[in-house]
């Protein structure tokens, strides 16, 4: 199906992002949002994650995305991106050296501290400038999978208390302790009284963050919020400097989160960014600026109709995991935002068993024809979804 009979002449000149003869984002002049490759083709992202191949494997992985319909490859792909003819997904990866906020699970670098724009310019040359004039960089991820934080609450401490008990010698710990001291003065029992906690000295803080216990008081997720803001745009700004530093033609797509995190981190991340991930459950309802969405896959709680264990589950019961899911992704993929997605997972995770193993692939290199099949009629139909003029209600 044709959707476009010129491709530059349907885009809003005023919203493209991007050089020519690489891929670009634009908006149409009916509002829906769309990469463009090197060639000005309109072009929708259908990635998959972690994409390798077996060891003297029988199965060429890249034929096998192209026959489920995939056209891209997502991140942690191996050496495949430069040997596939595959446009793909590049990462960074700026905490992957230097991580001295590192405690309770959160691995990032210290933004507070002077020589972190230097070492993000050395982190983008070393790894963006060898891909800078690739036409197949569909863009740059800053991160695949880092340790921020997700939001607060008691069994894990947010970034604020994390940075609160870092080692005295990092700039995050003194730049927090200076953010709080201004919010409650220099005597703890302001701090305190604020988060209704009982602490007798910066020491048992500290020792509270070691036990991973954390604080979900009111008053303590609001700090959090607004500290995680300021770490935030300290971190995506310079991140996103670099990139186009060294990568001046590349997309930025921001980070690839792994899992739930703040809507203070997703705003500080997008508004740098040129293209953001997000889960499909977040995409935004006004469509004003391009998502990927980021780790999609219906095996998971969401779609398991809030049974507490997968076991329990019968032939009915995957049935409706499995139409859920197709049906999440066909609304994402016709959301007007949405310029493409990316499924979680190539292979299985360790001890995973079908139907509910992750990956396309399982372990022994089998195909997850439950997965596949479904996909590949998405996938075979995204030109057609997105060619809807509305998306109708498919619950």
């Known amino acids: 199906m044709a959707l476009f009979t010129n491709a530059l002449t349907d885009f809003r000149g005023e919203t493209l992002r991007g050089s020519p003869g690489f891929f670009r984002v634009g908006r149409t002049h009916a509002g829906q949002w769309w990469l463009i490759d090197g060639s000005d083709r309109p072009f929708f992202a259908k990635a998959v994650h972690g994409v390798s191949a077996q060891a003297n494997g029988v199965h060429d992985p890249a034929a096998r995305l192209r026959s489920w319909g995939f056209n891209a490859l997502g991140a942690a792909s191996g050496r495949l991106y430069l040997e596939e003819g595959l446009p793909f997904l590049a990462t960074v990866d700026f905490g992957a050296k230097a991580t001295p906020v590192h405690l309770a699970g ?137 990139i186009r530093e060294q990568a001046p033609h590349h997309l930025v797509l921001g980070c690839r989160w792994g899992g739930p995190v703040s809507a203070a981190l997703r705003q500080a991340c997008a508004s740098v960014a040129d293209v953001c991930f997000v889960d499909h459950t977040e995409i935004p309802d006004n469509g004003s600026a391009p998502v990927m969405v980021g780790d999609f896959s219906w095996v998971s709680a969401r779609f398991f109709d809030g049974l507490s264990s997968r076991r329990m589950l019968g032939p009915t019961k995957v049935e409706r995991m499995l139409r859920r899911g197709r049906l999440a992704l066909t609304r ?18 360790s001890g995973e068993l079908p139907p509910f193993g992750t990956g396309l692939v399982r372990k022994d290199e089998t195909e997850a024809r439950e997965h596949t099949e479904l996909l590949t009629a998405v996938n075979d139909r995204v030109e057609e979804i997105r060619g809807m003029t509305l998306i109708p209600d498919l619950a």
């Not at 994402?332 to 995770?349: E, L, M, T």
């Open 106 to 242: 959160v691995r990032l670098p210290d933004v507070f501290n002077s020589d972190w724009p230097k070492d993000a310019q050395r982190r983008a040359a070393e790894v963006c400038a060898p891909l800078a004039e690739s036409s197949e960089v569909i863009g740059w991820l800053t991160d695949d999978c880092p340790g921020w934080p997700s939001a607060a609450a008691e069994e894990r401490p947010g970034l604020l208390q994390v940075c609160l008990s870092l080692e005295p010698g990092l700039a995050a710990y003194h730049a927090a302790w200076e953010f709080v001291c201004a919010l409650y003065g220099h005597a703890i029992n302001g701090l305190t009284r604020a988060w209704g906690l009982t602490l007798t000295n910066k020491e048992s803080l500290r020792a509270m963050t070691r036990q991973d216990r954390g604080i979900a008081t009111r008053g303590y997720r609001r700090d959090d919020e607004r500290w995680t803001r300021e770490f935030a745009q300290r971190y995506f700004s310079t991140a996103t400097s670099a």
């Open 332 to 349: 994402a993929v016709g959301h007007p935002a949405v310029v493409g997605y990316a499924w979680s997972r190539w292979h299985d995770r």
